[in-house]
């Protein structure tokens, strides 16, 4: 990829890749985090001969990462001018080179669930005993990376690389899912597509919400400047996250309770450490 954005012109390779790590960050807080931790499980199950109750661990898994990185990625989408504006503007950086990279950035997110599933699986696999399979569809995903992104170039310029990065992400995904369907059978597809709905609705309110206060939020702030625009975001970000959570709440989705169980778990070790320095020292 690298070698392809340097024959678009000046710059283009540090828009690919600051666009790339932004959406890497939402990849590496919510996938790779969600299969390390499910790993030894998912491992330990296969090894005591429990290979249904490692596919409803997989099944859960993948429901968690879905939960968390549907929403971001359409918060990537929506809100990302101000992102790259608040990450990356300063200095030299301009904003032509804002929306380029913004535009980029929105290329990428069209597969962050994609991106975010693959090591989920991946280690589906290798729990299995199975090395082979994720390697071979990793290396055919990434001649389909490579193919369309020398068709996409020179229709897109450097969003075109991000379009084909998407699109490569997305076949291995599903080429990933089938092959571990075929080997270890149904993986509550009816169940999964049904949550997909309800998180899909929730995401939709949510990124309606977010695009429309953008606007009346950007006469409350100084646009001209850094935090103006961070505000904006923050603000607008803010009040759709609330609408995704009591949408999911409303709707029945049994992820919420993540986040309710985070948050009382953290005022209970609030409570604790309050409850010690307020105790009276012995003497």
């Excluded at 990829?1 to 666009?19: D, E, K, Q, R």
């Excluded at 589906?124 to 490579?146: C, E, H």
């Excluded at 103006?228 to 923050?234: E, T």
């Amino acid at each position: 990829m690298t070698v392809l954005a340097s024959t678009l012109g000046v710059g283009s390779i540090a828009i690919f890749n600051f666009a790339n790590n932004l959406q890497y960050f939402a990849v590496g807080i919510i996938g790779i985090s969600f299969a390390v931790a499910a790993f030894p499980a998912l491992s330990e199950l296969i090894a005591k001969g429990k290979q249904s109750d490692m596919i409803e661990q997989l099944i859960r898994t993948t429901r968690q990462i879905l939960f968390f990185i549907l929403p971001m990625s359409i918060l990537f989408l929506v809100l990302r001018a101000q992102i790259v504006r608040t990450v990356l503007g300063s200095g030299a950086f301009d904003w032509d080179d804002t929306i380029a990279t913004a535009d980029t950035l929105a290329f990428f997110s069209f597969s962050l669930f994609a991106q975010a599933l693959i090591p989920l699986l991946a280690r589906g696999f290798y729990a299995l005993k199975d090395t082979w399979t994720p390697f071979l569809i990793g290396l055919s995903s990434a001649l389909v990376n490579i193919l369309a992104a020398l068709y996409l170039k020179d229709i897109y310029g450097i969003q075109g690389l991000a379009f084909a990065f998407s699109i490569a992400a997305i076949f291995q995904i599903v080429l990933m899912w089938f092959s571990l369907r075929h080997k270890v059978g149904p993986m509550g597809e009816k169940s999964l597509l049904r949550f997909l709905g309800k998180i899909s609705f929730a995401t939709l309110c949510m990124a309606i919400i977010a695009q429309y206060l953008k606007e009346p939020l950007s006469y409350l702030v100084d646009m001209t400047r850094l935090w103006g625009i961070f505000l904006q975001g923050l603000g607008a970000g803010t009040v759709g996250i609330f609408m995704y959570i009591l949408l999911c709440w409303l709707l029945g989705v049994e992820e919420v309770d993540i986040i309710k169980k985070s948050f009382k778990k953290r005022s209970l070790k609030l409570a604790t450490v309050e409850a010690s320095i307020n105790e009276p020292d012995e003497v």
